[in-house]
C-alpha cells in the first residue's frame, strides 16, 4: 500500500466529533420528514438506476407521494410522526 494510501485510511478511520443528534460537526440533524423525503428520493434515484421501467418509477413516485401526504395531513391534526 502506498503512502498517499494509508494517509487516506488513516484519515477514514480517525475518530469524528460528534455533534447533537450523534453527526458529523457542523451538519444539521434532518427533520422526520426531511430523511424520510430523501430516503424516498433515493428510493426513486436507484430505482432509475437500475432500469426499472419509466412508468414502474412514476408508479413508486406517486404512491409514495400519496404516502407523504397522508403522513403531512397526519401531522397537521395534532400529530406527530417519526
Known amino acids: 500500500?502506498?503512502?498517499?494510501?494509508?494517509?487516506?485510511?488513516?484519515?477514514?478511520?480517525?475518530p469524528r466529533p460528534e455533534g447533537?443528534?450523534?453527526g458529523p460537526v457542523?451538519?444539521?440533524t434532518p427533520s422526520p420528514r426531511e430523511a424520510?423525503?430523501?430516503a424516498v428520493a433515493?428510493?426513486?434515484?436507484?430505482?432509475?438506476?437500475?432500469?426499472l421501467?419509466?412508468?414502474?418509477?412514476?408508479?413508486?413516485r406517486e404512491r409514495l407521494g400519496v404516502f407523504l401526504?397522508?403522513?403531512?395531513?397526519?401531522s397537521h391534526a395534532g400529530g406527530e410522526w417519526r
Open 1 to 14: 500500500m502506498s503512502t498517499q494510501a494509508k494517509a487516506k485510511l488513516q484519515v477514514l478511520e480517525a
Open 20 to 22: 447533537r443528534g450523534g
Open 26 to 28: 457542523g451538519l444539521a
Open 36 to 38: 424520510l423525503q430523501e
Open 42 to 51: 433515493s428510493f426513486l434515484r436507484r430505482g432509475q438506476a437500475r432500469s
Open 53 to 60: 421501467s419509466p412508468r414502474t418509477v412514476e408508479f413508486y
Open 69 to 74: 401526504r397522508w403522513l403531512d395531513a397526519r
